[in-house]
C-alpha cells in the first residue's frame, strides 16, 4: 500500500543485487582489502561506509582478505615496543607502546594481526591482544616451567567459518626430568588451557627463544647448533640439522633460512627434512637455493656492510645495518628504510594490521 | 547442440555466443565462459545464446581477454599470469569501475578479487576528501558529527601524508 506513495526509483531494482551500483559494490567487496588504519581513517567517509566498517561481520572478512606484513614490531630488552610501518599512511595501531595491557609487556610472538606478549612482572602472565582493537585476553596459567625467556610460537590462521578467532600457542620448554631434551606445552583458544605433548625432543639443546616460525602445521626453533621442528597434528618433533642458520621464515608455505655472506643475501628453502636418513652417497638435498636478494646500493650506499636479517617471509625481509634498518620487497624488489635508529638487540615481529576480534 | 558442436573446427568444444549490451556477438568456447558463474548457470540451464544487457561491448571484450588467458592457467605459466593480471589492472578509475561492475553481475570470483584488491592498492593511501570524489560520494555527516567520527580514531588520520589525487 505504501509503494505507490514513495516517489521516483524502483525499489525492487534497489534491493536487486544485479543491479548493484559500483560504489554499493566497492563498500562491500573492496573495502575489506585494506588495512584497519585506512579503514579506521575512511569511517568518515560517509555514514555507509561507517557503518560497513563497524560491523563484526565486515572484521571477520576483513581479516580474511587483508593478509600481508604491514608493518614490524621492534622492542628492546626492558624498553617499549615501537610500530615501524611499511607505509606510515596505512599501517598503524592507536598505541604501539601497548599501555592498554595491564602491565608492562615483552612482545613473544606475531600471527595475523594478533601479537602474544608476556607480563614482566609478578607470575609473567601472557596475554592475547589485538593492537588495532585494543582486545585483550589474559591466558591461564601454565603447569610447566617455560623458563625466564619462552621460546613461544602464535599460531593464528583466520578462517571462513570461526567468526571467534582461534588461536594456539606452542612453547619449546627444557624438560625438567631429562637433561639436553626439550618438551612443548600448546594452549589452545577452544579449551583455554595449556596442555603437556606426549613428545619428548631428546639431545635438542638449548632452543633459541626467539627462533620460532610457524610453516603449515609444523613449528621451527633453532638450538644451539640445530634445529627442532614440531609437528602439531601429529604431535611429533625431530631434529635437524642446521647449524649455519640464522633466521628462519616461512617463505611460500615452505621453511626458509637466510644465509649472509658479506653483502649478499641468499635464501634458501627447505626441500627435503629427512636427508640424514638418505642412503650414503644420496644426492638429496636439504636444502635448495631459492633466490639471491641484492638491496637497492642506491638506498644501503656503496659502503662496507654488516647485514643481519631480522625477518623474512614470502612478501618481505627486514635487514639491519649499523643503525638503519631496510625493509625489502620481494614482489617489487625494492628497498626502503624502515628507520634510521634501530638497537642491535632489537627483537623484530612481523605485524598484519587486522580488525580480527578477539 | 548438434549445430553448435559441428561449428567448431574439431567437433568436440561446445560453443557459446555471448551478446553485449551494444548487441555485437562473441563466440567462445564453452570451457572458457564458465569461469564465470552466471553464464554457467545459463548453460546448465541449455541456452547457448547468451544475452548481456549490463555489460557494454568494451567491457565485454576486456572480460573476455581476462577469462582467455585464466583458461589458459597451468602450473608453468604462474608468472605470465601474474604479469597479465598486472597489466590488466592498469587504467583509470572509470574502466575499472565498469570492470567490477560487469564481474560482479557475472560472478567471475577471481577477477572480482583482482578489481577489489586493486582498487583498494590504489585508495588506500588517499585522504577521505578524495575518496568522496572518487566514487562521488555525498558527505551525509553534519559537520559536528564528521569532527565526532574522526575524534573516535584520531590516530589513523596522523602519521602520513594522504594523497589527495583523484587518479
Known amino acids: 500500500m505504501d509503494r505507490g506513495k514513495r516517489p521516483g526509483r524502483s525499489l525492487a531494482a534497489r534491493n536487486n543485487k544485479i543491479y548493484l551500483d559500483f560504489k554499493d559494490i566497492i563498500r562491500e567487496h573492496a573495502l575489506l582489502f585494506l588495512p584497519a588504519k585506512s579503514l579506521c581513517k575512511f569511517r568518515t567517509v560517509c555514514r555507509d561506509w561507517r557503518l560497513q566498517i563497524s560491523t563484526p561481520f565486515f572484521a571477520h572478512n576483513q581479516s580474511l582478505s587483508c593478509r600481508s606484513t604491514s608493518g614490524i614490531f621492534l622492542q628492546t630488552p626492558g624498553g617499549s615496543p615501537s610500530l615501524v610501518p611499511i607505509d606510515a599512511n596505512s599501517c598503524g595501531v592507536p598505541d604501539p607502546f601497548l599501555r592498554f595491557l595491564p602491565e608492562p609487556v615483552d612482545i613473544k610472538s606475531s600471527s595475523n594481526g594478533l601479537l602474544c606478549c608476556q607480563g614482566r612482572e609478578g607470575d609473567k602472565a601472557y596475554y592475547i591482544c589485538n593492537p588495532v582493537t585494543q582486545q585483550w585476553k589474559k591466558l591461564p596459567k601454565s603447569d610447566a616451567n617455560h623458563g625466564p625467556d619462552p621460546a613461544i610460537v602464535l599460531l593464528f590462521e583466520p578462517s571462513l567459518l570461526n567468526f571467534v578467532a582461534e588461536y594456539k600457542i606452542i612453547c619449546a620448554f627444557p624438560s625438567a626430568d631429562f637433561g639436553e631434551a626439550t618438551e612443548f606445552d600448546i594452549y589452545s583458544s577452544r579449551e583455554d588451557s595449556w596442555e603437556i605433548a606426549g613428545e619428548i625432543c631428546f639431545g635438542a639443546r638449548r632452543v633459541m627463544p626467539k627462533s620460532g616460525v610457524h610453516v603449515n602445521g609444523v613449528v621451527y626453533w633453532m638450538t644451539t647448533g640445530s634445529m627442532i621442528a614440531f609437528d602439531l597434528t601429529k604431535e611429533r618433533s625431530q631434529l635437524l640439522q642446521g647449524y649455519d642458520t640464522r633466521i628462519l621464515g616461512a617463505f611460500g608455505g615452505k621453511l626458509c633460512k637466510v644465509n649472509v655472506t658479506g653483502g649478499s643475501i641468499n635464501l634458501n628453502i627447505l626441500v627435503n627434512a629427512h636427508t640424514n636418513t638418505m642412503q650414503m652417497g644420496s644426492r638429496s638435498r636439504m636444502w635448495s637455493e631459492k633466490q639471491a636478494v641484492v638491496l637497492d646500493s642506491k638506498i644501503v650506499g656503496d659502503l662496507a656492510r654488516n647485514y643481519s636479517v631480522l625477518h623474512v617471509d614470502s612478501e618481505i625481509m627486514v635487514v639491519q645495518d649499523g643503525e638503519r634498518t631496510y625493509s625489502y620487497d620481494f614482489k617489487s624488489r625494492a628497498t626502503k628504510v624502515l628507520s634510521s635508529r634501530a638497537d642491535s638487540h632489537s627483537r623484530c615481529l612481523p605485524y598484519v594490521n587486522s580488525l580480527v576480534a578477539l | ?118 582498487i583498494a592498492d590504489r585508495i588506500n593511501n588517499k585522504s577521505v576528501r578524495a575518496v568522496r570524489e572518487i566514487f562521488n560520494i555525498s558527505n551525509d555527516y553534519t559537520p559536528d558529527e564528521e569532527e565526532k567520527v574522526r575524534d573516535e580514531h584520531k590516530w589513523a588520520h596522523e602519521g602520513g601524508e594522504f594523497d589527495e589525487s583523484l587518479d
Open chain 2, 1 to 118: 547442440m548438434a549445430s553448435s558442436s559441428s561449428s567448431s573446427k574439431t567437433g568436440l568444444k561446445k560453443m557459446l555466443t555471448l551478446k553485449s549490451s551494444d548487441g555485437d556477438e562473441f563466440e567462445l568456447e564453452e570451457s572458457i565462459v564458465i569461469q564465470c558463474q552466471t553464464i554457467k548457470h545459463m548453460v546448465e540451464d541449455g541456452f547457448s545464446l547468451i544475452p548481456l544487457q549490463n555489460v557494454d561491448t568494451k567491457t565485454l571484450t576486456k572480460i573476455i581477454e581476462y577469462m582467455k588467458k585464466h583458461a589458459e592457467k597451468t602450473e608453468s605459466n604462474k608468472e605470465e599470469i601474474k604479469n597479465f593480471n598486472k597489466e590488466f589492472v592498469k587504467g583509470s578509475f572509470d574502466d575499472q569501475f565498469e570492470l567490477v561492475s560487469a564481474a560482479n553481475y557475472l560472478h567471475i570470483n577471481g577477477l572480482m578479487d583482482l578489481l577489489c584488491q586493486s
